[in-house]
């Protein structure tokens, strides 16, 4: 059973960076998968802010790119997000996933976790 | 980027009645390796997104088969055959075909 579970602040003050860090269990970081990140501001719907590749291949949402970076730490089977310079437009639930493009069958989620961008 | 277009965007429906959801891209899917890679997500209140269907038509492990995707190119279509109450939710397409992937604006479905 796959299982996927975000950690990190929950409050975040406007223009400091984002981190995140997306543990998994139940498959390894270095199977092949696309680690991916979606967010979804209160109320609203679904953005996907990227994915990384098992060997370390990024795609990032243009318009996200100049602020994101994503990583792998295979020693500790998780993958992070770092969100540079936010805004109180970035408040919002973010999820962990895997392999949510249907490359092939069954994707997993986490949680979801809601960060706040405030003074 | 890709644009998804949904409707409806709310769908009131009678328990055991059957629903459809239409999703259309502003772009062919077609991917290069002639895959298409769209998408259909739940998300129930409160919950995380889980997917349904993916690539047009094949339904996720533990999907039930009243579940069903079809389409081509820019025209797709979620039918759920007799909706249950554990239906109720929002509904979204997505695309994976073209970078960034893109989600519709999401369908609500309630029961009447």
């Known amino acids: 059973q796959v299982q996927l579970q975000e950690s990190g602040p929950g409050l975040v003050k406007p223009s400091e960076t984002l981190s995140l860090t997306c543990a998994v269990s139940g498959d390894s970081i270095s199977s092949i998968s696309w680690w991916t990140w979606v967010r979804q501001p209160p109320g609203k719907g679904l953005e996907w802010i990227g994915e990384i590749w098992h060997a370390g291949n990024t795609n990032y949402n243009p318009s996200l790119k100049s602020r994101v970076t994503m990583s792998l730490d295979k020693s500790k089977n998780q993958f992070s997000l770092n969100l540079s310079s936010v805004t109180a437009a970035d408040t919002a639930v973010y999820y962990c996933?895997?392999?949510?493009?249907?490359?092939?069958?069954?994707?997993?989620w986490g949680q979801g976790t809601l960060v706040t961008v405030s003074p | 980027d890709v644009v998804m277009t949904q409707s409806p965007l709310s769908l009131p429906v009678t328990l055991g009645q059957p629903a459809s959801i239409s999703c259309r891209s502003s772009q062919s899917l077609v991917h290069s390796n002639g895959n298409i890679y769209l998408n259909w997500f739940q998300q129930r209140p409160g919950q995380s997104p889980r997917r349904l269907i993916y690539?047009?038509?094949n339904r996720d492990s533990g999907v039930p088969d009243r579940f069903s995707g079809s389409g081509s190119d820019t025209d797709f279509t979620l039918k759920i055959s007799r909706v249950e109450a554990e239906d109720v939710g929002v509904y979204y397409c997505m695309q994976g075909t073209h970078s960034p992937h893109t989600f519709g604006q999401g369908t609500k479905l309630e029961i009447k």
């Open positions: 996933a895997r392999d949510t493009s249907g490359w092939r069958e069954n994707d997993y």
């Open positions: 690539r047009v038509s």
